[in-house]
């Protein structure tokens, strides 16, 4: 084998944002082949949304704005499972089979991993909140201003940030064959009882108190803000409550990184 | 090692650190280094050198500790005790990473991504890679390039997984049981491509099963047995130091009998469903031992004498030190 020439490396070595860039378009190329992955992060939201947001509006005596509120929460709904599936499922498997230490033993900087697992999440949220706002305005007849729209999106995709550090934690310390079950028995209960499927007004007295604690439920008004219907809670509250959320999921998963460390493979 | 005479030892500024240059420069160790997990010693004062250039096959049964090394060489470890030093720096530093190819046992290789994929990203983490194509011949993937790693077969995602320990075109190579799994032929032409990397200057640090892979490749063999190293050597050398050779024969003499015959190094009687009376002894001057055992037991059957292979070299230093730590 020869060595290669020189002139294949750039005059400053290899470029960190060239890294970063393969990682996270390779990440998003792997999950966007796997149907297992794609096809439901993709369809489950769409499909709920022309079940709830669409064909169940147009009974009569439904409330008007059913379309626009699904629009919010299942935009909300799909990122969050988007993130969790992501990074949950996908670290603990690349983890639990030997994967991650191949590229921890390589020279890559280990923030290139993790940031294309949040752009990927996002890229998918971004697509399926598209999706969601063309079967909105196309076919539910929702009317939203170009700027109401803008803000709707950058609410949703960055709001991928706080539940892809809770699919971190969940991917440190779950194995590759627990973590899609673990995933899916927490994801479903925390969007409903965050009142993303069935506004809190509805709930119990008690269950609305619930709600209050679960990060979903403020991401959900935070979108549901952008549209004029929230609860009129101050932004600056839904967002200190999902980063101290996101906080404290990155200590988890630093633990778990920890312990890992620690452990004897063979 | 070699022993420099008193005259050039003497450093006229007396940094002995400048002894270094006398010797080849090793391009990784491990010093005194004991890493435990909870209870469990996993290594015990290791001091292990890998010089440059070359094949170092580490060699040990399972839990020796031959993982736990690699993984400390690779800074996916830190030792308990001690020092790791790959080119002179810690492992996980960039400086170090960059120069070193990795090859581990491992599933949950991404699926979806194609050959030319993986190699695209992994080549991007390193200053110098080598062209893609070039690593695509040298691993033997040549027309696999847009084959999906899950469409794959097994000798081709080991393929896959060199491909990547060489894509940074590093000077450092680490390959974890590398042929596992691997066919007859396949496991040659994986020898082949060992060898020519060798040939480039390449230093390679081997862990393998096979004792013949071992003795086919290595230059020197590091031999680990329950945390510790047990021998340290060229092959020939392991298998003189395991020296003799075997006489298998069925007689009548009883073990404490056949221990006592000058020249036996050692006696071990097979397992029990075999025939009775059948022994092997290890003895380096086999005919002597055999006159003396004809002399005794004229009755003496089924006489065969081998010159053992690494592999029996190998069980016989691992046995020898399990049966010192029991006493």
């Known amino acids: ?266 | 090692m070699i022993v420099l005479p008193e005259a050039t030892r003497e450093e006229p500024t007396g940094r002995s650190g400048r002894l270094t240059t006398a010797t080849p420069t090793p391009v990784a160790r491990l010093d005194a280094v004991t890493k435990t997990y909870g209870p469990v010693t996993a290594l015990r004062e290791v001091r292990l050198t890998v010089p440059a250039g070359g094949v170092l096959a580490l060699l040990g049964p399972n839990g020796a500790g031959k993982t736990t090394a690699v993984k400390l060489l690779l800074g996916l470890a830190q030792p308990t005790k001690g020092r790791v030093s790959v080119f002179g720096a810690d492992p996980r530093s960039a400086a170090s990473r960059t120069r070193t190819g990795v090859m581990l046992q491992t599933g949950g290789v991404p699926p979806t991504l194609r050959v030319r994929e993986h190699l695209d990203l992994f080549s991007s983490y390193y200053p110098n890679p080598l062209p893609v194509g070039e690593c695509v011949a040298a691993a033997g993937l040549e027309g696999l390039e847009k084959r999906k790693f899950g469409e794959l077969s097994g000798g081709q995602k080991q393929r896959l997984l060199f491909a990547l320990a060489l894509c940074g075109n590093p000077d450092l190579l680490f390959l974890d049981e590398p042929t596992t799994g691997l066919d007859v032929e396949a496991r040659r032409v994986f020898w082949d491509q060992i060898k020519r990397l060798v040939r480039h200057g390449k230093t390679i640090l081997l862990t393998t099963h096979y004792m013949e892979e071992a003795d086919a490749l290595a230059d020197r063999i590091v031999v680990l047995n329950q945390g510790s190293i047990i021998a340290e050597d060229t092959p020939a050398q392991i298998k003189t130091r395991a020296s003799g050779r075997r006489i298998r024969c069925v007689t009548r003499l009883a073990t404490e009998e056949l221990r006592k015959l000058s020249g036996a190094l050692e006696v071990i009687r097979p397992c029990q469903d075999a025939q009775p009376g059948a022994v092997e002894i290890r003895a380096v001057d086999a005919e002597a031992v055999l006159r003396q055992l004809l002399a005794l037991d004229p009755q003496l059957a089924e006489i065969e004498i081998t010159k053992p292979r690494l592999e029996e070299a190998f069980l016989t230093l691992t046995r020898a030190d399990d049966d010192s730590r029991n006493i």
């Open chain 1, 1 to 266: 084998m020869k060595t290669s020439p020189a002139k294949s490396a750039s005059p400053l070595g290899r470029s960190l944002l060239r890294i970063y860039l393969k990682e996270a378009r390779y990440d998003f190329l792997k999950l966007w082949r796997m149907p297992a992955y794609a096809l439901p992060t993709i369809l489950f939201p769409t499909m709920f949304y022309i079940l709830f947001g669409l064909i169940f509006a147009k009974r009569p005596g439904a409330d008007s704005r059913i379309g626009l509120y699904y629009l919010a929460t299942f935009g909300a709904f799909a990122v969050i499972a988007a993130s969790l599936f992501a990074l949950g499922v996908g670290v603990a498997g690349e983890r639990g089979q030997g994967w991650l230490e191949v590229k921890r033993a390589s020279p890559m900087p280990p923030m290139a991993y993790f940031t294309a697992k949040v752009i990927t999440s996002m890229t998918f949220g971004l697509i399926i909140v598209l999706i969601l706002m063309g079967l909105a305005i196309g076919l539910g007849g929702v009317r939203v201003t170009l700027a109401q729209a803008l803000t709707l999106l950058a609410v949703e995709v960055l709001g991928a940030v706080p539940f892809c550090a809770m699919g971190l934690a969940i991917g440190y310390f779950a194995g590759p064959n627990s973590a899609p079950a673990i995933v899916n028995l927490i994801y479903m209960p925390l969007a409903f009882f965050s009142g993303l499927w069935i506004p809190i007004g509805l709930f119990p007295r008690i269950l609305q108190h619930v709600a209050l604690i679960l990060p979903p439920y403020h991401l959900g008004e935070m979108a549901l803000g952008v549209v004029g219907m929230g609860d009129g809670e101050a932004n600056w509250v839904h967002m200190a409550v999902l980063g101290a959320f996101a906080a404290l999921c990155l200590v988890l998963a630093r633990v778990g990184f920890r312990r890992d460390e620690g452990k004897l493979y063979g």
